[in-house]
């Protein structure tokens, strides 16, 4: 259970990973300039679940690191009740079993028992999120960390000043809202597909090339309209408003998922609409 715990962890974050095409270069570091600010701040995508072998920070990513003030993640993961919260938030008090009819819980019981081993019951009160993490924890064989855990670790070290742009309870409650028990039992089938896409988007995490993670993240095997709308849109236009309010005070990295860069309402569109210059970090 602690090794689901950690993968849903990273998966819970994982959500954020999808967006709209652009044609933006090819890369995860964003610097924000212009619009009365007097010191540049920076726009960081990130991947939630790189295998720990992988994990690297660029030196460009560095630099930026020590040239800011503060880092401001999705959630601020030094604060022990985000973590706390977590761990109630992956179970439910309404049995996944109680939501399915008898055929889709026989169902259930054998898919469960066959690819991961586990009976019903003893999953049967987990939440959405961490149903789909034992999915993840399936899929993903190696020791997996995240490039956001990478970066705050870092700034920990150089003493910056940690904060968060929303709730763990929030992540969880937008996706609870459109997974339904019908849902996770079709995503759980997907197991092979799952991998796959998966290793398409570390792959193109590891290359910069956020028009590759795009054509994965954005399959509408894993994502509706609905869960785009509500994960990526609503979000980034809620965060925007809190950027926009910080980076005049402190400069300011902000890493987040890195689904949540492009697109039409995407955090760079959005800042630039709000008169800042947001121009690509390649080395």
């Known amino acids: 259970m602690n090794?689901?715990?950690?993968?849903t962890f990273f998966f819970v974050l994982s959500f954020s990973s999808v967006f709209s095409q652009q044609n933006l270069e090819k890369s995860i570091l964003w610097e924000i300039q212009g619009n009365g600010l007097k010191s540049p701040s920076y726009l960081l995508g990130t991947f939630h679940m790189v295998c720990v072998a992988d994990l690297k920070l660029q030196e460009k990513v560095e630099?930026?690191?020590q040239d800011v003030d503060q880092i401001v993640?999705?959630?601020n993961l030094t604060d022990p009740k985000e973590m706390e919260n977590l761990q109630e938030l992956m179970f439910s008090s309404v049995s996944l079993s109680s939501q399915l009819n008898e055929a889709e819980q026989v169902e259930l019981k054998?898919?469960?028992l066959e690819k991961y081993n586990i009976s019903l019951t003893t999953v049967d009160y987990l939440a959405p999120i961490g149903l789909?993490?034992?999915?993840?924890m399936k899929v993903i064989p190696c020791e997996v960390k995240g490039y956001d855990m990478e970066v705050l670790e870092v700034g920990v070290r150089q003493n910056k000043r940690i904060g968060g742009l929303e709730h763990f309870k929030d992540q969880v409650e937008i996706t609870s809202s459109f997974y339904t028990a019908k849902e996770i039992l079709t995503q759980l089938k997907l197991e092979d597909d799952f991998e796959e896409?998966?290793?398409h988007m570390a792959t193109a995490f590891q290359q910069e090339d956020i028009e590759a993670l795009y054509q994965s993240a954005t399959d509408p095997l894993f994502m509706s309209e609905e869960g785009k709308v509500k994960l990526l849109d609503d979000r980034n236009e809620k965060w925007i408003i809190q950027m926009v309010d910080q980076m005049p005070e402190q400069a300011t990295l902000f890493a987040v998922g890195a689904g949540h860069l492009a697109g039409e309402k995407g955090v760079i569109q959005l800042l630039r609409d709000q008169g800042f210059t947001v121009t690509?970090?390649?080395k």
């Open 73 to 75: 993640l999705e959630v």
């Open 3 to 7: 090794r689901l715990f950690l993968i």
């Open 197 to 199: 896409n998966y290793h």
């Open 63 to 65: 630099k930026a690191i």
């Open 132 to 136: 789909m993490g034992l999915m993840a």
């Open 110 to 112: 054998e898919l469960l």
């Open 280 to 282: 690509a970090v390649l």
